[in-house]
């Protein structure tokens, strides 16, 4: 049973960089799937933030990708997020996901329990 | 952002059917692209409730199945139970957005 455990900093001052981290358990980040981030507020739903597979290449959100870094470190079986300039509107519950690909788009089998990210001073 | 847009509630008595709809475009659903809904309890992570359309991952009740049609897509839950209180989302692919996955809007089901 694949199993996701987001870690990182539960607040982060306007301006600074969000960085957060997903423990993947139970299963290998170099399978043949997506490691995914999707965040969540009360006034905007779920948002597809962006997404890695192991050799590296990477999807980003056209709406985020000038602020956004996804990495993936291999040896640590974990994979990370980083958000430049954060404003309030980057508070939101942040999960990482596991993407599969079904015949024509991807979608995401297993997710982490979400991590509380608050950007205030 | 959300391209899919849903109803932002529905509701049921114990043991009836509700259906929820997820409308899209011709850049997203109408392109062909499968879409897949999620159940999110409240204070939980989503859940993956249907994938390509119309197929159930393992543990998921035959009450719930999916459809899809031209550029819109529906959840049917049948027999209603308290515990399929929650929200759900669809999901989907739009190539207008450079590679996105989208998210509808949510739709909250509430069992009178």
């Known amino acids: 049973q694949v199993q996701l455990q987001e870690s990182g900093p539960g607040l982060v001052k306007p301006s600074g960089t969000l960085s957060l981290t997903c423990a993947v358990s139970?299963?290998?980040?170099?399978?043949?799937?997506?490691w995914t981030w999707v965040r969540q507020t009360p006034g905007t739903g779920l948002e597809w933030i962006g997404e890695i597979y192991h050799s590296g290449s990477t999807n980003y959100n056209p709406s985020l990708m000038s602020r956004l870094t996804i990495s993936v470190d291999k040896s640590k079986n974990q994979f990370s997020l980083k958000l430049r300039f954060v404003t309030a509107a980057d508070t939101a519950v942040y999960y990482c996901?596991?993407?599969?690909?079904?015949?024509?788009?991807?979608?995401?089998?297993?997710w982490g329990q979400g991590t509380l990210v608050t950007v205030s001073s | 952002q959300s391209v899919l847009t849903q109803p932002p509630s529905v509701s049921g008595a114990p043991g009836q059917r509700v259906t929820i709809s997820c409308t899209g475009s011709g850049s997203s659903i109408g392109a062909g692209y499968d879409v897949h809904w999620y159940q999110q309890l409240p204070g939980t992570a989503p859940r993956l409730l249907i994938y390509g359309n119309s197929n159930r991952p393992s543990g998921v009740p035959d009450r719930f199945s999916g459809s899809k049609s031209d550029t819109s897509a529906s959840l049917a839950i049948t027999g209603l139970r308290a515990e399929d209180e929650a929200d759900y989302y669809c999901?989907?692919?739009?190539?207008?957005?450079?590679?996105?996955?989208?998210f509808g809007t949510g739709t909250k089901v509430t069992v009178l």
């Open positions: 999901q989907s692919y739009d190539s207008s957005l450079s590679g996105s996955k989208v």
């Open positions: 139970g299963g290998s980040i170099s399978s043949s799937n997506w």
């Open positions: 996901a596991r993407g599969r690909d079904s015949s024509s788009s991807r979608n995401f089998d297993y």
